[in-house]
């Protein structure tokens, strides 16, 4: 070998160094001579043949096992997400990236790792109340009334207990950003709720506002959960109970129904009202339109009696005997029509009395 060659000749491979001094080993006579590389091969085989015992026949299976290992260590990256999972990637314990479901790849241990959180699985956590799988008891449920207990805007205290459900929205932000997730969670949804009842009257509370009171909680609290940069999504909030405080529940209850019974009487009342009104409305109607009717009827009776008036003084003026005579003879026909006549010719003879049985002869001719 030319390499081994300048050491045999006492030169450097290198060349000469200026002043006439050369590296490696000190020959005596004040130059150094630099290490013998094949003697440096041959230590580190004695090495690895301590470690792997077999000697100079055994290297080719050593080199292999070797790249046998960094294989194995290399596809050691492979990991795989499921469906309901999140990849975090940390490298060095840094924060890299996460990566979504499916087959990925990250540098093998120690380098880098993956963390694997559940995303999909909702979770769950009680304000005001604790449930029997909490408390560590068979059945019931605990009341925490410090987390329950808050004042409403007219000034009145209510007992309201409710639920946060939750899902994690980036894992990365959700492991690295917040310390304490499920704490962190309670103190949002505590502060929403008490910023919300603050603004609300107890009725609306204890009835028909429930759900306005737990859309406005949620909003509140993603608000704060984002600012924070939480990675959590709250998907509910949900009220399990809104009740005057225990010590005065009895009297709120009795209030409320006194309140139940203003209204049944109040609507009683305005059914009847709405009963009788239109009753009386149309009664009215009716009446107006009778008078109407007869004030037409009379008017117009009136109007026929004039004119007939007025045709009978046209006909008298011009031929009164007549009109006298034909007025006297229609007006006994009215008064004698119902009467038995007896008709005698006054005009007639002294002796015999000429009589017409007029009634006689209208009962035969009625027979007849």
């Known amino acids: 070998m030319l390499f081994n060659d300048k050491i045999l000749k006492n030169e450097s491979p290198w060349g000469s160094n200026p002043g006439g001094k050369r590296g490696g080993d000190n020959n005596g006579s004040g130059q150094r001579r630099p290490p013998n590389i094949d003697d440096?091969?041959?230590?580190?085989?004695?090495?690895?043949?301590?470690?792997?015992?077999?000697?100079?026949?055994?290297?080719?299976?050593?080199?292999?096992?070797?790249?046998?290992?960094?294989?194995?260590?290399?596809?050691?990256?492979?990991?795989r997400v499921l469906p309901d999972e999140q990849?975090?990637?940390?490298?060095?314990?840094?924060?890299?990236?996460?990566?979504?479901?499916?087959?990925?790849?990250?540098?093998?241990?120690?380098?880098?790792?993956?963390?694997?959180?559940?995303?999909?699985?909702?979770?769950?956590?009680?304000?005001?109340?604790?449930?029997?799988?909490?408390?560590?008891?068979?059945?019931?449920?605990g009341d925490v009334s410090e987390e329950s207990l808050m004042l409403t805007g007219d000034e009145n205290i209510v007992d309201i207990d409710y639920s946060v459900f939750w899902v994690i929205k980036d894992a990365g932000k959700f492991l690295f950003n917040i310390q304490s997730p499920l704490e962190t969670v309670k103190a949002a949804s505590e502060t929403a709720m008490r910023e919300v009842i603050a603004k609300s009257r107890?009725?609306?509370?204890?009835?028909?506002?429930?759900?306005?009171?737990?859309?406005?909680?949620?909003?509140?609290?993603?608000?704060?959960?984002?600012?924070?940069?939480?990675?959590?999504?709250?998907?509910?909030?949900?009220?399990?109970?809104?009740?005057?405080?225990?010590?005065?529940?009895?009297?709120?209850?009795?209030?409320?129904?006194?309140?139940?019974?203003?209204?049944?009487?109040?609507n009683e009342a305005e059914a009847y009202a709405n009963d009788v009104i239109p009753?009386?409305?149309?009664?009215?109607?009716?009446?107006?339109q009778q008078a109407e009717a007869y004030k037409k009827e009379v008017v117009a009776k009136a109007e026929g009696e004039a004119s007939r008036f007025l045709?009978?003084?046209?006909?008298?003026?011009?031929?009164?005997?007549?009109?006298?005579?034909?007025?006297?003879?229609?007006?006994?026909?009215?008064?004698?029509a119902d009467i038995d006549k007896v008709i005698i010719d006054k005009n007639s003879g002294s002796g015999v009395v000429p009589y017409l049985p007029l009634p006689e002869i209208k009962k035969k001719a009625q027979t007849q």
Not at 50 to 59: E, Y
Not at 313 to 334: F, G
């Open 279 to 288: 009753r009386a409305r149309g009664e009215a109607e009716k009446i107006l």
């Open 40 to 79: 440096l091969i041959r230590k580190a085989q004695g090495s690895i043949g301590r470690i792997f015992p077999g000697g100079k026949n055994s290297n080719k299976p050593i080199f292999i096992g070797l790249i046998v290992l960094v294989v194995l260590w290399a596809l050691s990256g492979l990991y």
């Open 202 to 266: 107890i009725q609306s509370i204890l009835t028909e506002g429930r759900s306005k009171i737990e859309n406005e909680v949620q909003e509140i609290t993603q608000g704060i959960l984002d600012e924070y940069g939480s990675g959590i999504q709250i998907t509910q909030v949900q009220t399990q109970k809104a009740d005057p405080p225990d010590q005065v529940i009895d009297a709120f209850r009795d209030v409320q129904a006194a309140r139940a019974d203003r209204e049944r009487s109040k």
């Open 311 to 336: 045709a009978i003084y046209n006909e008298y003026k011009d031929a009164k005997q007549v009109t006298q005579e034909r007025m006297y003879l229609e007006t006994m026909e009215k008064v004698l």
């Open 87 to 141: 990849g975090v990637v940390l490298r060095f314990g840094k924060f890299i990236k996460t990566t979504q479901p499916g087959l990925n790849y990250h540098i093998p241990f120690p380098i880098e790792k993956v963390l694997t959180p559940k995303v999909t699985k909702v979770n769950r956590i009680d304000v005001g109340f604790r449930s029997a799988s909490d408390t560590g008891r068979s059945s019931g449920v």
